[in-house]
């Protein structure tokens, strides 16, 4: 009976030790949801999803946690598990996910996200374009031209440059983004873009020749 008793006790240290563990090792993420343009979003749902795996699609989703944006459109989720997760928000208004979002034990991570606007009818054709041309004026082809949301990562386009160096995006959100335009051999230039329903923007990136400093791969 007293040997009995000894093992029950060991095996109530042990599990309350695993479990503090588990608490010790748990993760947060706090962030802030924004439309595309940078206003701030409240009572946007945030859920996160635990996934199966380590790529791809999973088998199952597990929802651990949700909550609500404020006034400031900010968010605060803590003692989640450590894996990966699919992260959901969602308004009346759009929606957007973020997948294998990956939380490691003890992590304290930042995610802040811009809502893309689902209610496009009323919005007026909105066109970004321009030229890309080396300092000299030479035009640069078959460059790629990569629009993003300053928001929203996932928001993006891409295209090249026709034969004199001419690129155009359309069908986009009103919005703040960043274009930029790469092609082997060429320095990596930015510009940032704030642009309005029905605007028409126009916008010339200059693109200097240059190799990147040290070599990537070595032989």
């Known amino acids: 009976m007293r040997q009995m008793t000894i093992c029950c006790l060991l095996l109530a240290i042990t599990l309350s030790s695993n479990v503090a563990v588990a608490e010790d090792e748990s993760a947060s993420v706090e962030g802030r949801v924004f439309t ?21 699609t999973s088998p199952t989703e597990r929802l651990i946690q949700q909550t609500t944006t404020d006034g400031s ?4 989720l803590k003692g989640l598990p450590w894996g990966q997760y699919r992260v959901n928000f969602s308004s009346p208004y759009g929606h957007t996910e973020v997948w294998r979002f990956y939380l490691w034990r003890n992590a304290k ?19 970004i374009s321009g030229n890309v041309r080396q300092p000299d004026k030479t035009p640069v082809d078959d460059a790629t031209v990569t629009m993003v949301s300053a928001f929203n990562p996932g928001e993006s386009q891409q295209v090249r440059t026709d034969k004199s160096g001419r690129y155009s995006f359309g069908e986009i959100q009103p919005g703040q ?43």
């Open 177 to 219: 983004y960043l274009v930029y335009a790469a092609k082997p051999d060429f320095i990596v230039t930015v510009t940032a873009i704030d642009i309005g329903n029905g605007e028409q923007l126009t916008s010339d990136i200059v693109l200097k020749p240059g190799r990147p400093k040290g070599p990537i791969f070595s032989k």
């Open 36 to 56: 595309l343009w940078g206003e701030p979003m409240e009572e946007v749902k945030v859920a996160f999803y635990q996934l199966e795996g380590i790529r791809g």
């Open 109 to 127: 991570r930042v995610l802040d996200i811009g809502l893309p606007m689902g209610y496009t009818h009323s919005l007026s054709e909105i066109k």
């Open 73 to 76: 459109g900010r968010y605060q």
